[in-house]
């Protein structure tokens, strides 16, 4: 009745003990076989798996449109925009983390047009930038917000999450974390990009 990832940060925690100890090669020789040992138990049914928790499409939807339908009321109570949708839209199109598509978005995240897509640029771990498409749609409405809102970042991360959460279990979700939200996002971009791959005549392998 075990869990996988507890038994895998066990294992882990024998590797850094045994370098501590000055015995790192006989301890991660355990480690090894331990990992096979819970691959094996996991297999046959006799761990449980990771728990992830899932959005589906219509939920995270129904969200988008509840945090839509937020933001236009509290401009209208306060006269200031609010983009707990936009950070919602930026974490489907691009799956963001959260604090990607918060605190650390700026106007200067807003890179220009490439075709039909615009171009984001994204602070990730580390300090490291990348690059992300959007829709031109939602890079204009980005732009826009900004330049009425002229807020230094694109929201509070605390405050999308807290917004996020109470819309989520509004809409009658289950699953109220933001990464929930981006792992549905991230998964209907690899199916996307694996149909693209079939479409061109590669093999399910290649694609």
């Known amino acids: 009745g075990g869990a996988r990832?507890?038994?895998?940060?066990?294992?882990?925690?024998?590797?850094?003990?045994?370098a501590l100890y000055g015995k790192w090669e006989s301890f991660h020789a355990l480690s090894k076989k331990m990992g096979e040992r819970?691959?094996?138990?996991?297999?046959?049914?006799?761990?449980r798996g990771p728990s992830r928790p899932h959005v589906t499409p219509e939920v995270r939807q129904a969200t988008l449109d509840r945090l839509k339908d937020l933001?236009?009321?509290?401009?209208?109570?306060?006269?200031?925009?609010r983009g707990y949708a936009l950070a919602l839209e930026l974490q489907k199109e691009a799956s963001l983390r959260?604090?990607?598509?918060?605190?650390?978005?700026?106007?200067?995240?807003?890179l220009g047009l490439d075709g039909d897509k615009g171009r984001i640029g994204i602070l990730g771990k580390g300090g490291r930038i990348r690059t992300a498409l959007s829709s031109k749609d939602l890079y204009g409405r980005?732009?826009?917000h900004f330049e009425r809102s002229g807020a230094e970042a694109l929201?509070?991360?605390?405050?999308?999450?807290?917004?996020?959460?109470?819309?989520?279990?509004?809409?009658?979700?289950?699953?109220?974390?933001?990464?929930?939200?981006?792992r549905t996002s991230a998964v209907e971009l690899k199916n996307d990009k694996y149909q693209d791959?079939?479409?061109?005549?590669?093999?399910t392998k290649e694609a």
């Open 98 to 110: 959260s604090i990607e598509a918060t605190d650390r978005f700026n106007r200067g995240m807003l």
């Open 155 to 182: 929201e509070s991360r605390r405050g999308y999450q807290a917004a996020l959460r109470r819309a989520t279990l509004a809409v009658g979700g289950h699953a109220t974390g933001s990464h929930a939200h981006r």
């Open 38 to 47: 819970i691959r094996e138990l996991s297999r046959s049914g006799w761990l």
């Open 71 to 81: 933001d236009a009321r509290a401009e209208a109570r306060t006269g200031q925009p």
């Open 197 to 203: 791959h079939l479409k061109k005549g590669e093999t």
């Open 142 to 144: 980005l732009e826009r």
């Open 5 to 18: 990832s507890e038994l895998n940060k066990i294992r882990a925690a024998v590797v850094k003990f045994g």
